[in-house]
């Protein structure tokens, strides 16, 4: 069994402030894809990044970070200098390959980020 | 280009009745999923289908049915709503149904079941 687990329920920092949501993993499987979306206030899911187990290489997209450690079984989000647009619930998930060919999607329980003026 | 396009966006229903929730891609993904998403309990799949014709059971699919007869539109149904079915109902798609591939979402349902 896989599980994804958001251990931050709710997280409120103010305005240009880092902030880092943290995403912690667990599969047998060693294969698998970590993604991150974003839902914003309005109630749509936006897919913002995905990482496969291999590569471990670090990823930056303006104020967005990710960090990806295999060894801690770990895929961390880091918003620098937060804005109020990204107030929002941030979902980590993974996407394992099972033996049969087919894989299991699994989401975590969201981190509410709340970013105050 | 719409994407992925959900109707209605909400709905109250009371214990018993029944309603049917659309969804309409116009991207020709193969798949499509129904997940639910409850407070603190993140997002949960329904059924999810593999292809025209086909439908398949996730996670909970208790009180649910679904329809799948063409390939753009992904039905999902409540034959007598419950109160536990008050939740906000997303419908995804893939081009096919593989691991790396996010999904890409609708705006979303919110039924209320009084």
């Known amino acids: 069994a896989q599980k994804v687990t958001q251990a931050q329920t709710e997280i409120s920092v103010v305005e240009k402030e880092d902030v880092t949501l943290d995403c912690v993993y667990e599969t047998r499987d060693t294969t698998y894809y970590l993604f991150w979306y974003k839902q914003p206030p309005s109630g749509e899911l936006v897919f913002l990044i995905r990482r496969n187990s291999f590569d471990e290489q670090n990823e930056i997209s303006g104020r967005y970070s990710w960090n990806f450690q295999k060894s801690t079984s770990s895929f961390n989000f880091t918003i620098t200098a937060s804005q109020v647009v990204d107030s929002a619930v941030y979902f980590c998930?993974?996407?394992?390959?099972?033996?049969?060919?087919?894989?299991?999607?699994?989401f975590g329980k969201g981190t509410k980020l709340s970013v105050i003026p | 280009n719409a994407g992925v396009t959900q109707t209605p966006k909400f709905r109250v229903l009371k214990t018993g009745q029944s309603m049917t929730l659309l969804c309409a891609q116009d991207m020709n993904h193969e798949y499509m999923y129904w997940y639910r998403q409850d407070p603190g309990m993140g997002l949960r799949l329904i059924h999810y289908?593999?292809?025209?014709?086909?439908?398949a059971k996730g996670e909970v699919p208790d009180g649910y049915n679904v329809s799948r007869l063409k390939k753009q539109n992904f039905l999902l149904g409540l034959e007598s709503a419950a109160p536990s079915q008050t939740s906000v109902y997303f419908c995804a798609t893939q081009p096919y149904g593989t691991a790396n591939s996010p999904l890409h979402f609708g705006n979303g349902t919110r039924l209320t079941v009084t």
């Open positions: 289908s593999v292809g025209e014709g086909t439908t």
């Open positions: 998930a993974l996407s394992a390959i099972s033996g049969a060919g087919s894989y299991q999607l699994t």
